[in-house]
């Protein structure tokens, strides 16, 4: 019995240890959560603005020079931009995201992936260690973005993208990443970046062709503004999966301290009815000796 009270009270003692781990981890997340929930509430509405604007230049805009990057091509070779966290801790988030980037590879992608032609740049540890041991072509290069997260640091995944499309290394490019939408919610999405997608235009013919006045040049201001809003794309994308990994986190470290707080109750019942039996048990031993002494 006093093994049995023993081993209840270290298994308390072992919960009450995790919950002050997982508390203290749900404290961090949250102040993190709400400068990345800042970063990126303040840069989705620009980087919308400028992913229509570039759309609609592809989609009304003919002879450019640097409209290669809206070229679309038989797709024999494909780059995946797969973003994930480093660390886990953090619910089903990664999970979503590997599971998401498989889907559209079966669905788009099968024949290229069998053919070996699919390469995957992992930003985030979890994502790279994931896709190698799935024995899918890996490139690390990227994968500590989120060690040193910069507008710099994810521009240069951008611009070898970019050079990587316009030499012909892949024929199609797409980001997988998730989307914030709160604390407990995420939206799993697997997007095109190049060739850029267009605008669907004139369905039945009603639409109107946009008539843009450059200024200095189309040629010149096109290559210009291209790369640029490709870098803030891909830049947003990243910021929506910082945010999301601390809220997943967020939310899987207040559910892990919940049911620490049920497991405690659980086992502090237990502890009680055990320590009751022993008492009890210990009281019939007393009586009974002092009658069997009197008699």
């Known amino acids: 019995?006093?093994?049995?009270?023993?081993?209840?009270?270290?298994?308390?003692?072992?919960?009450?240890?995790?919950?002050?781990?997982?508390?203290?981890?749900?404290?961090?997340?949250?102040?993190?959560?709400?400068?990345?929930?800042?970063?990126?509430?303040?840069?989705?509405?620009?980087?919308?603005?400028?992913?229509?604007?570039?759309?609609?230049?592809?989609?009304?805009v003919e002879g450019a020079e640097s409209i290669n990057l809206a070229e679309e091509r038989v797709v024999k070779k494909v780059l995946m931009i797969v973003i994930t966290s480093d660390r886990g801790?953090?619910?089903?988030?990664?999970?979503?995201?590997?599971?998401?980037?498989?889907a559209a590879i079966e669905e788009r992608h099968a024949k290229v992936a069998a053919a070996g032609d699919l390469t995957i740049w992992a930003i985030g540890k979890k994502g790279s260690?994931?896709?190698?041991?799935?024995?899918?072509?890996?490139?690390?290069?990227?994968?500590?973005?989120?060690?040193?997260?910069?507008?710099?640091?994810?521009?240069?995944?951008?611009?070898?993208?970019?050079?990587?499309?316009?030499?012909?290394?892949?024929?199609?490019?797409?980001?997988?990443?998730?989307?914030?939408?709160?604390?407990?919610?995420?939206?799993?999405i697997a997007e095109p970046f190049l060739p850029i997608p267009k605008n669907e235009i004139e369905k039945g013919g009603s639409s109107k062709k946009a008539d843009f006045i450059f200024e200095p040049n189309q040629d010149l201001l096109i290559?210009?503004?291209?790369?640029?809003?490709?870098?803030?794309?891909?830049?947003?994308?990243?910021?929506?999966?910082n945010a999301s990994e601390h809220g997943a986190r967020m939310t899987a470290m207040d559910k892990a301290s919940e049911n620490a707080n049920e497991m405690l109750k659980t086992l502090k019942i237990s502890y009680n009815r055990a320590r009751q039996a022993?008492?009890?048990?210990?009281?019939?031993?007393?009586?009974?000796?002092?009658?069997?002494?009197q008699g």
């Open 223 to 241: 290559a210009e503004l291209m790369p640029k809003i490709l870098n803030t794309q891909l830049y947003k994308a990243v910021l929506d999966c």
């Open 89 to 102: 801790l953090c619910g089903a988030y990664n999970a979503n995201i590997q599971k998401k980037a498989i």
């Open 1 to 60: 019995m006093a093994g049995q009270l023993k081993e209840v009270r270290n298994r308390i003692k072992s919960v009450q240890s995790t919950q002050q781990i997982t508390k203290a981890m749900k404290m961090v997340s949250a102040a993190k959560l709400r400068r990345a929930q800042d970063s990126i509430i303040q840069m989705r509405p620009y980087a919308h603005k400028l992913q229509e604007m570039l759309s609609n230049i592809v989609s009304n």
């Open 129 to 188: 260690e994931f896709f190698q041991k799935k024995g899918y072509q890996v490139d690390n290069r990227f994968r500590d973005t989120f060690l040193k997260l910069s507008f710099e640091t994810v521009q240069a995944c951008a611009q070898e993208a970019i050079k990587g499309f316009r030499n012909k290394d892949f024929d199609a490019i797409e980001v997988v990443y998730s989307e914030f939408k709160n604390a407990a919610t995420q939206r799993f």
């Open 278 to 293: 022993a008492i009890t048990t210990e009281l019939t031993e007393i009586v009974s000796g002092a009658a069997a002494l």
